[in-house]
C-alpha cells in the first residue's frame, strides 16, 4: 500500500512563495502519476495541479496556472509544488495524492486512489 507525506505548508505573506513536497512509499512510484489537490474552509477539495508518470506533461488548474509549477524526483520519490505569488485565496489544505489508473482525467479527485494527510498554506494580505 502506498503511502504519502506532505511538507512545507507554512504562513506566508501575498506575494511570497512555498514549495511543498509529498515523499512517496511502498510502491513503484515512477510508475505512477501525482497530483495536488487543495481545500478551503467550506469548500469543496479542487485540483491545483497533476503530473505524469514520466513527468513530460504537467496540468494546472486556470487560478494557478503561471504561478505554481509541479515536478517530481523519482530517485528521491517526491513529488513538488512550488508555489511563487501567492495570494490570499491560496490558503488552503493542501493534498498530494496518487493516480494509479493511466485512464481517466487528471483533473478530478476521483481518478485518485490515496491520499496524504494535508499540509496547511496560510497567505497573509
Known amino acids: 500500500q502506498v503511502q504519502l507525506v506532505e511538507s512545507g505548508g507554512g504562513l506566508v505573506q501575498a506575494g511570497g512563495s512555498l514549495r511543498l513536497s509529498c515523499a512517496a512509499s511502498?510502491?513503484?512510484?515512477?510508475?505512477?502519476?501525482m497530483g495536488w489537490f487543495r481545500q478551503a474552509p467550506g469548500k469543496e477539495r479542487e485540483f491545483v495541479a497533476a503530473?505524469?508518470?514520466?513527468?513530460?506533461?504537467?496540468y494546472y488548474a486556470d487560478s494557478v496556472k503561471g504561478r505554481f509549477t509541479i515536478s517530481r524526483d523519482n530517485a528521491k520519490n517526491t513529488v513538488y509544488l512550488q508555489m511563487n505569488s501567492l495570494k490570499p485565496e491560496d490558503t488552503a489544505v493542501y493534498y498530494c495524492?496518487?493516480?494509479?489508473?493511466?485512464?481517466?482525467?487528471?483533473?478530478?479527485?476521483?481518478?485518485?486512489?490515496?491520499w496524504g494527510q494535508g499540509t496547511q498554506v496560510t497567505v497573509s494580505s
Open positions: 495524492a496518487i493516480k494509479l489508473s493511466h485512464s481517466g482525467s487528471y483533473y478530478s479527485r476521483n481518478g485518485y486512489n490515496v
Open positions: 511502498g510502491r513503484t512510484f515512477s510508475s505512477y502519476s
Open positions: 503530473i505524469n508518470w514520466r513527468g513530460d506533461s504537467t
